[in-house]
């Protein structure tokens, strides 16, 4: 039987409800950068229930991953829209392909989520995995660089380090030396994810391989991603 705080948080049904002050201190917790086992000590120092405590934790952690999901479809989107236009601008667009490109997306938005590592991952791997996202995001790319190399060593049949690597070397107008990590990307993920071609279709069409960049974009309409 739960606990008596666990009763008061149940309704008529089944389910627990979530409290919104638990979900507001873990979130300000979080946001000020306490470590999960801190914050899991506080509440249940406070009297809640470890079970409870991690009820809210899921659900966190859940909404993190839609708000995710909803960003990286509206960057495919964006991305796409900027491929698609310049091919109409030079006339080498087949909207059909675009099309049925962005379908694809807009059901997958997902990508880091398949690819970071998991809890149980070694504590080296993960603190270098965060480390490099925290570099890219920032934008000191020379930083992210040698952090998504170093992971390489530590995870070689990743395709995430050698995908950010083909971004990186995207941005740095070093064209020749991305694709080539988008292609190994793209080999060890088995030809399963449309974003990676996706993002090396945009490489293509800046370093000027116009015709290729269709053939990526085609190629990625029957790429899957995992359930």
Not at 126 to 132: E, G, L, P, Q
Not at 175 to 181: E, F, M, V
């Amino acid at each position: 039987m739960p606990d008596e705080h666990l009763k008061s948080l149940l309704g008529n049904s089944d389910e627990i409800k979530l409290d919104k002050k638990i979900l507001d201190y873990i979130y300000n917790s979080l946001k000020r950068g306490h470590p999960k086992e801190m914050i899991e000590q506080a509440l249940v120092k406070a009297g809640h229930n470890q079970t409870l405590i991690n009820l809210h934790f899921s659900h966190i952690k859940k909404e993190k991953n839609k708000k995710k999901a909803f960003l990286i479809a509206l960057l495919l989107i964006i991305l796409i829209t900027s491929v698609t236009f310049y091919f109409y601008k030079s006339g080498k667009t087949d909207f059909a392909i675009f099309k049925n490109s962005v379908a694809v997306y807009n059901e997958n938005p997902r990508i880091d989520s398949k690819y970071q590592p998991k809890e149980d991952a070694d504590k080296t791997v993960k603190d270098t995995y965060n480390r490099a996202m925290n570099y890219y995001v920032k934008k000191d790319f020379n930083r992210a660089l040698d952090e998504f190399v170093a992971l390489i060593e530590l995870q070689p049949d990743n395709p995430i380090s050698y995908f950010y690597l083909g971004k990186i070397y995207c941005r740095k107008g070093d064209y020749g030396r991305g694709i080539k990590y988008y292609e190994t990307a793209i080999n060890l993920s088995k030809k399963e994810d449309p974003y990676f071609y996706l993002s090396m279709a945009r490489c293509l069409e800046r370093y000027g391989f116009h015709d290729k960049a269709l053939q990526v974009l085609n190629q990625s309409l029957y790429a899957k991603m995992e359930d």
